[in-house]
């Protein structure tokens, strides 16, 4: 009986003793803020892995002993790294709009991280200087395209958050409509100033289609290092959207192009040297661009084309 008696008396010891060091232990993270039994507690392994990992690489630079407060990366590198946040994405809007050009994602949706953010497609347009307007045409960069006329938007036509940018949706229109990672806004005004071969139209509706994209201001870029003193070369130059001569005007063969700009300038270009040109509209107005030439040779601000045979 004693040895049984002795037995319980053990357990009995053992598991105050192992509620007292729990207890301590508690006691201690609450008092003392012991770091790494906290740690353990409050995050998950996966995220501690990573943190190690990155602490680690962090050690090829840095001595682990200043490893003491944010302080240490934040002052040496700027800011915590969000490499998921697209800050500076861009989206363009061209056409019939007082300022086509580039505006940030931000400015858009400045408040991606609150749900059920969105914004009123029609009210965005309004804030670009869009008025009034036939139709807009939404772009993606894998080859998305839909075009609405105004009369069939209505205050369910939304723009909101979409992972790295923004998307549009509807319910009052088909879902295909419902396009994804949004870059571009295409806006057909009402307005006609353009007179190509004699028909009204405008930039909007000229970039609707069919257009290309032309290499232009070709230059070989060099660079001598202060390592090794080796020069090295590139190649750079850029890309133009537009829409191309020949296509303008159906593959009708003709001499030369009648071309009047906005001062009333006429020029007569001979067909060879505008061949591979095409109509681009740039800071808001409609250019003859020659990827053979310099941008001294190109002619700004078209207001009138017209062939001649």
Same mark, same amino acid.
């Given at each position: 009986?004693?040895?049984?008696?002795?037995?319980?008396?053990?357990?009995?010891?053992?598991?105050?003793?192992?509620?007292?060091?729990?207890?301590?232990?508690?006691?201690?993270?609450?008092?003392?803020?012991?770091?790494?039994?906290?740690?353990?507690?409050?995050?998950?392994?996966?995220?501690?892995?990573?943190?190690?990992?990155?602490?680690?690489?962090?050690?090829?630079?840095?001595?682990?002993?200043?490893?003491?407060?944010?302080?240490?990366?934040?002052?040496?590198?700027?800011?915590?790294?969000?490499?998921?946040?697209?800050?500076?994405?861009?989206?363009?809007?061209?056409?019939?709009?007082?300022?086509?050009?580039?505006?940030?994602?931000?400015?858009?949706?400045?408040?991606?991280?609150?749900?059920?953010?969105?914004?009123?497609?029609?009210?965005?347009?309004?804030?670009?200087?869009?008025?009034?307007? +036939?139709?807009?045409?939404?772009?993606?960069?894998?080859?998305?395209?839909?075009?609405?006329?105004?009369?069939?938007?209505?205050?369910?036509?939304?723009?909101?958050?979409?992972?790295?940018?923004?998307?549009?949706?509807?319910?009052?229109?088909?879902?295909?409509?419902?396009?994804?990672?949004?870059?571009?806004?295409?806006?057909?005004?009402?307005?006609?100033?353009?007179?190509?071969?004699? +028909?009204?139209?405008?930039?909007?509706?000229?970039?609707?289609?069919?257009?290309?994209?032309?290499?232009?201001?070709?230059?070989?870029?060099?660079?001598?290092?202060?390592?090794?003193?080796?020069?090295?070369?590139?190649?750079?130059?850029?890309?133009?959207?537009?829409?191309?001569?020949?296509?303008?005007?159906?593959?009708?063969?003709?001499?030369?192009?009648?071309?009047?700009?906005?001062?009333? +300038?006429?020029?007569?270009?001979?067909?060879?040297?505008?061949?591979?040109?095409?109509?681009?509209?740039?800071?808001?107005?409609?250019?003859?661009?020659?990827?053979?030439?310099?941008?001294?040779?190109?002619?700004?601000?078209?207001?009138?084309?017209?062939?001649?045979?």
């Amino acid at each position: 009986m004693s040895n049984i008696f002795q037995s319980k008396v053990f357990r009995i010891v053992a598991v105050i003793a192992i509620l007292a060091f729990f207890s301590a232990t508690g006691f201690a993270i609450g008092a003392r803020k012991l770091g790494p039994i906290q740690l353990v507690t409050n995050y998950d392994m996966k995220t501690l892995i990573t943190d190690a990992n990155t602490m680690n690489e962090c050690a090829e630079c840095h001595q682990a002993k200043d490893y003491h407060s944010c302080d240490t990366c934040h002052d040496d590198h700027g800011a915590v790294e969000l490499t998921d946040v697209p800050f500076f994405a861009l989206v363009e809007i061209n056409g019939d709009v007082p300022e086509p050009g580039f505006i940030l994602l931000d400015d858009i949706l400045p408040y991606r991280e609150q749900p059920h953010t969105h914004i009123l497609l029609e009210d965005f347009l309004e804030q670009q200087g869009v008025d009034d307007f +036939e139709s807009v045409t939404l772009t993606s960069p894998d080859g998305g395209f839909i075009t609405i006329n105004k009369d069939q938007l209505s205050k369910n036509a939304l723009l909101m958050p979409y992972e790295d940018g923004i998307r549009f949706a509807s319910e009052d229109l088909h879902v295909s409509t419902w396009l994804k990672g949004i870059r571009g806004f295409i806006v057909v005004g009402k307005d006609k100033p353009l007179q190509i071969n004699g +028909e009204a139209t405008s930039i909007g509706r000229l970039l609707l289609g069919p257009t290309e994209s032309v290499t232009v201001e070709q230059a070989t870029v060099m660079f001598k290092s202060e390592e090794d003193g080796k020069i090295r070369e590139a190649y750079t130059a850029s890309r133009i959207q537009g829409i191309p001569i020949n296509k303008l005007f159906n593959n009708e063969s003709f001499q030369s192009l009648v071309v009047i700009d906005k001062a009333g +300038e006429c020029h007569t270009i001979p067909y060879e040297e505008i061949k591979t040109a095409i109509l681009a509209p740039i800071h808001g107005e409609l250019n003859l661009v020659i990827p053979e030439h310099g941008r001294s040779q190109w002619i700004e601000g078209i207001k009138s084309i017209e062939i001649q045979d």
